[in-house]
């Protein structure tokens, strides 16, 4: 052959490494720091330092909150009894549980339910919600429904259950009235206030009424209340309209689940008038529940807590410890490798003479 063409010409094939540039072949100029031992101990010795302070600051301030625990599983055990059998589930019971404060608690005064035996963090029980609902998308012909929350999806006769899902389905729903005593016969019922006791991000982001928002029965049409449910989502709050269906507060709060099995949950905060302005005065006072949840089957137990709060939170000293043991680590390490330091620079000056 006298030749080849042009398109039979072979060309190499393209190279994969990197353009020979300084930024690409890593030769751009960096400083490296060489440390010694002066300023690694500086730098744990504040390390440490910093964490001991902060734990410190924080046990202080934990250890200032007031805090009374209430158990009323045993005292409501008549309650406890009947709830059992699921067909007396349209039963009223009550019970009142006694109680008295020796001393004052001052200041804003938060009311807690605490259950026990209680397992939010179970894989199955965590997945069973569907957020397309609950952000109030219309799901009533959704198929996905069935894969989000069965068994607790749809009623027997196809209707969609609003909300849908083993965490609504379980929500508490005792119903907890807290009075005081000044005297035996005149009690004054503590006013509580039901709002602003979910987390902003939770009620502004997360959930979300259908439409119309005006009018919530119509908005549900076509749905039913959970198994468990004494009453629809939109009808949780009869005293505020604005406090129903998924944005309820009592609702967003126990969609939050807890990580252990057990938990407090934040209920109502007192309003600080008339009597209570100041907080909670000594005295005698009483619960009045509306027992509702029951918790023997599984072997579990109800509190109420009524506690303040400071800057660093509740009554809990696990943050403060945690600093507190940190800190100390940290300066002993650094105790242990300046009395190294030194030692091998003694050797060395020795050996050097």
């Known amino acids: 052959m006298k030749g080849k063409s042009a398109s039979t010409t072979r060309h190499p094939p393209p190279s994969k490494c990197p353009d020979n540039s300084a930024f690409k072949q890593q030769r751009v ?158 009690p004054i019922l503590v006013p509580l206030l039901r709002t602003g006791i979910s987390w902003w991000s939770d009620k502004n982001v997360k959930f979300r009424n259908p439409k119309p928002e005006d009018n919530l029965s119509q908005a549900f049409a076509g749905t039913v209340k959970p198994p468990y449910w004494q009453k629809p989502v939109y009808s949780l709050d009869t005293a505020d309209e604005q406090n129903n269906g998924y944005v309820n507060d009592d609702f967003v709060v126990w969609m939050r689940v807890a990580a252990f099995p057990t938990f407090r949950k934040l209920y109502r905060r007192l309003s600080r008038t008339g009597d209570f302005s100041e907080g909670l005065p000594q005295g005698n006072y009483s619960l009045n529940i509306s027992y509702n949840f029951p918790v023997s089957k599984f072997r579990g137990e109800k509190q109420v807590i009524l506690s303040t709060v400071t800057w660093c939170g509740g009554s809990n000293l696990f943050l403060g410890i945690a600093y507190t043991v940190s800190g100390a680590g940290i300066i002993l390490a650094a105790c242990v490798m300046l009395a190294i330091h030194l030692k091998r620079r003694k050797k060395f000056t020795y050996s050097e003479h």
Not at 55 to 74: F, H, M, P, W
Not at 106 to 118: A, E, H, I, R
Not at 172 to 180: A, H
Request: proline residues 4%; aromatic residues 12%; contains cysteine.
């Open 29 to 186: 100029p960096a400083w490296t720091p060489t440390l010694s031992a002066w300023p690694v101990l500086l730098s744990f010795f504040g390390v440490g330092s910093f964490c001991l302070a902060v734990g410190i600051g924080l046990i202080v301030s934990t250890t200032s909150v007031r805090e009374i625990k209430i158990r009323y599983s045993d005292a409501c055990s008549n309650c406890s009894k009947l709830r059992e059998n699921s067909s007396n589930s349209e039963k009223q019971c009550t019970c009142i549980v006694h109680f008295s404060l020796r001393e004052s608690i001052q200041g804003d005064v938060f009311m807690y339910y605490g259950l026990s035996g209680f397992y939010q963090n179970h894989r199955r029980y965590v997945i069973s919600r569907y957020d397309a609902q609950l952000l109030g998308r219309n799901i009533t012909n959704d198929q996905a429904v069935e894969s989000k929350c069965a068994p607790f999806s749809r009623n027997s006769d196809g209707s969609t259950v609003a909300p849908c899902g083993a965490i609504a389905n379980s929500m508490f729903n005792d119903t907890i009235q807290l009075s005081y005593h000044p005297n035996a016969f005149t």
